[in-house]
């Protein structure tokens, strides 16, 4: 597993606004909590947005929101938030996205990608089988999570290209 200590703080004022959910359809289960929003689901809260053909939220006792992203057949979740104080977007998708309320976390699983945008220009890029996006700690670990497919080791590396930090975007 690689830890890419990438400063990477997203929105914190996110974390207060309410989660607001589109899709074609919805099933809701009042006594357990759980939203399951089919057909072109897109969830948006404060700057970060998540897409997917199926999205399931479930709500804690405490209102924690949890949710999976599940995506189009042959296609991937998609996952984007801003960084906190300045014009740095993170973005992602992966075969399956995970949100973590509580612990502000985003796991992106299966044939997942990171990238960091400045402004509109792609900065870095990251992939794996695991990447799991610490909003509290500005750390993403990455998992090339070697794996045996009949018989064969498939995978199992890491890849990310860092683009060298500008010197007009750095400040004094």
Same mark, same amino acid.
């Given at each position: ?10 929105? @914190?004022?996110?974390?207060? @606004? ?10 809701? &289960? ?12 897109? =969830? ?8 997917? %053909? !199926? ?26 938030? @801003? ?8 973005? #992602? ?6 949100? &973590?309320? @509580? ?11 990171? !990238?960091?945008?400045? #402004?509109?220009?792609?900065?870095? +890029? ?9 909003? =509290? +700690? ?7 999570? !070697? %794996?045996?497919? #009949? ?13 060298? !930090? ?7």
């Amino acid at each position: 597993m690689a830890i890419v200590p990438v400063a990477a703080s997203a929105e @914190k004022a996110d974390r207060e @606004k309410p989660t607001h959910i589109e899709a074609d359809n919805l099933v809701h &289960d009042e006594l357990n909590q759980v939203s399951i929003f089919t057909g072109r689901a897109v =969830l948006t809260r404060g700057t970060m947005v998540m897409r997917g %053909t !199926r999205i399931e939220m479930r709500e804690d006792a405490d209102g924690y929101q949890f949710g999976v992203i599940f995506p189009e057949p042959n296609k991937r979740a998609f996952f984007r938030q @801003k960084r906190e104080g300045n014009d740095e977007f993170m973005e #992602g998708e992966a075969l399956r996205i995970e949100f &973590d309320g @509580k612990a502000d976390r985003v796991k992106l699983i299966d044939n997942a990608e990171v !990238r960091r945008y400045r #402004g509109a220009v792609l900065n870095d +890029t990251m992939t794996g089988k695991l990447i799991i996006y610490e909003n =509290l +700690t500005d750390v993403f670990s990455i998992d090339g999570q !070697r %794996t045996e497919a #009949g018989g064969k080791a498939s995978g199992g590396r890491v890849r990310a290209v860092l683009a060298p !930090r500008s010197k007009t975007l750095e400040k004094p």
